[in-house]
C-alpha cells in the first residue's frame, strides 16, 4: 500500500493503519469458515472475530506508551489520569458480521485532551479505509489509492440523503427522519455510514439511542470532521472522550455541517 498524501503525518497514524488492516485481515478469514458466537452481559453478540481483532489490535497499539480503551477488554479506568488514550472497536457492526452483510468495520482513533485526533475505518470485506489526522484532512483508500474525501454541499433537508442503521433503527427515529421532511433512506451496518457522509455519498445519520459508546463513535468523529462535516448529540452538544461514564447520553447526530443546526432545532421541538 502507498503511503496516505499527508506531509506531516504522526507516527501513530501508519500504527493505528498497521493495526486494523492486520485485524480487519484476521476477521475476513474468521468471516469465510465456521466461528463461535457468544452473548455478553449486555445482551449483545461476540465472535471469535472480536477477540481475534483485539488481541491483534492490542498487541500492535501497545508499542506505543498509550492506555487502551477497547470495547472488548475490562476498562480498569487508569486511562482517566491520561492526556493520550487510544480508543478501539475491533469489530464494529457484529450483527452484520453474523448476519453475512459485508458491512462491518475496524475502528482505532487516538484521543488527545477529550478530542479524536486520528481516525482509523478498516472495512475489510471492500479493502477500504477511512482515515484522518487532525488539521490534515479526511482521506479513502480503495482500488490501491488514496483519495481526499470530503462531505456534501446540501443544505435542504428534503434533498438529503440519511443512513441509519439496519439492526437499531427505532420508531421514534424513522418518525422523526419523515417529520423534517427527509424521504430518502438507507440502512447500512456499523461505521459505514459515517463513511458515506465523509464521502459525499450521503448527508445525515441519526440515532436517538442512549446505547452508544466512545468506541462506536471516536474514529468516526474524526474522520467526518475533517472532511468538511460535523458529529455532536442530538441535542446539538459537544462530544468528548475519555471519560469516566462511556455512554453518551443524548444519541449522535452526524451530518455534513450545513443541516446540522435545523435537524438540531427540530428534535428539541420533541424533548
Not at 506531516?8 to 475476513?28: M, N
Not at 474524526?222 to 468528548?240: F, H, P, R, Y
Not at 449522535?252 to 443546526?261: A, E, F, R, S
Amino acid at each position: 500500500m502507498n503511503n496516505i498524501p499527508i506531509p506531516e503525518k504522526i507516527p501513530e497514524l501508519d500504527i493505528a493503519i498497521k493495526a486494523a488492516q492486520e485485524a480487519g485481515d484476521a476477521i475476513l478469514e474468521i468471516y469465510q469458515k465456521d466461528y463461535n458466537t457468544f452473548t455478553k452481559t449486555d445482551d449483545s453478540p461476540v465472535t471469535d472475530a472480536d477477540l481475534k481483532s483485539n488481541k491483534i489490535i492490542n498487541e500492535i497499539l501497545s508499542n506505543t506508551k498509550y492506555s487502551i480503551l477497547s470495547e472488548e477488554d475490562i476498562d480498569d479506568q487508569s486511562r482517566l489520569s491520561k492526556d493520550m488514550i487510544w480508543i478501539v472497536d475491533p469489530l464494529d457492526g457484529t450483527s452484520d458480521f453474523i448476519d453475512k452483510t459485508g458491512e462491518f468495520t475496524v475502528m482505532i482513533a487516538l484521543i488527545q485532551n477529550k478530542k479524536p485526533i486520528l481516525g482509523v475505518i478498516a472495512w475489510p470485506t471492500e479493502k477500504t479505509l477511512f482515515v484522518a489526522q487532525k488539521n490534515c484532512g479526511a482521506f479513502r483508500y480503495s482500488n490501491g489509492e488514496w483519495d481526499k474525501i470530503l462531505v456534501t454541499k446540501i443544505d435542504e433537508l428534503s434533498k438529503c440523503r440519511t443512513v441509519g442503521s439496519r439492526h437499531h433503527l427505532s420508531e421514534k427515529e424513522k418518525e422523526f427522519i419523515k417529520k423534517i421532511g427527509i424521504e430518502d433512506f438507507t440502512s447500512i451496518g456499523s461505521s459505514l455510514k459515517v463513511g458515506k457522509i465523509s464521502s459525499g455519498q450521503a448527508e445525515a445519520y441519526i440515532t436517538t439511542t442512549n446505547k452508544m459508546k466512545e468506541w462506536d463513535t471516536a474514529a468516526s468523529y474524526c474522520i467526518v470532521s475533517e472532511a468538511g462535516g460535523k458529529m455532536t448529540d442530538m441535542l446539538g452538544n459537544e462530544l468528548t472522550y475519555n471519560n469516566k461514564n462511556v455512554y453518551h447520553q443524548n444519541g449522535i447526530l452526524v451530518t455534513n455541517g450545513l443541516i446540522h443546526d435545523k435537524i438540531v432545532k427540530e428534535f428539541k421541538k420533541l424533548e
